[in-house]
């Protein structure tokens, strides 16, 4: 699996900032789990466009969901709808799983995991959760470490001890059936 720093992608000429890249960075990063890319720069700006009806050329999220408005990108249905079109499996989106069942998905494969005021930021934040520990999850934060509020901007492989990601998990989930 790849990992995307969100705080490096394309602000599409000021349309959509980069800090507003906390989804499409872990879709992308759940996508080269299952699939060869031999450019992964370009494949997140097409995913972009894609999914994001602010910037690009009209994609999936205009052609499934043409009644959506606003930034397209921050809804569960448009990535579940696209990760799915590109891997050509069945997702599975679930807003209501407890923290437990989704630690047990965790161990078997990677699982976009839906946060809130992780590491001090103000609302929802989106990453991957990759594998697990006795106590805690192994992740790739696009934003950085929320163990240290963000100073530190790499988010590979971080641990979130499982009382910490509690706190702030939001139950949505998105999956590989």
Not at 99 to 112: C, F, R, T
């Amino acid at each position: 699996m790849i990992y995307i720093n969100q705080r490096k992608n394309s602000n599409w000429n000021g349309k959509l900032s980069a800090n507003r890249h906390c989804f499409y960075s872990s879709a992308v990063m759940l996508i080269s789990a299952y699939i060869e890319n031999n450019d992964w720069t370009r494949y997140l700006l097409d995913y972009v466009d894609d999914t994001e009806a602010l910037v690009g050329k009209p994609g999936i999220a205009e052609r499934l969901f043409p009644k959506l408005e606003g930034r397209t990108g921050a809804y569960w249905k448009v990535h579940k709808a696209a990760i799915e079109e590109r891997i050509k499996r069945p997702i599975v989106f679930d807003a209501t799983i407890p923290y437990v069942e989704m630690k047990v998905i965790v161990a078997s494969k990677p699982v976009i995991l839906g946060t809130k005021n992780l590491g001090g930021l103000p609302g929802g934040h989106i990453i991957i959760a990759k594998g697990v520990t006795l106590d805690g999850i192994i992740c790739n934060d696009p934003f950085g470490n929320a163990n240290t509020s963000y100073k530190d901007t790499s988010g590979i492989d971080v641990e979130y001890k499982d009382a910490f990601l509690k706190k702030h998990f939001s139950n949505h989930v998105i999956y590989v059936r």
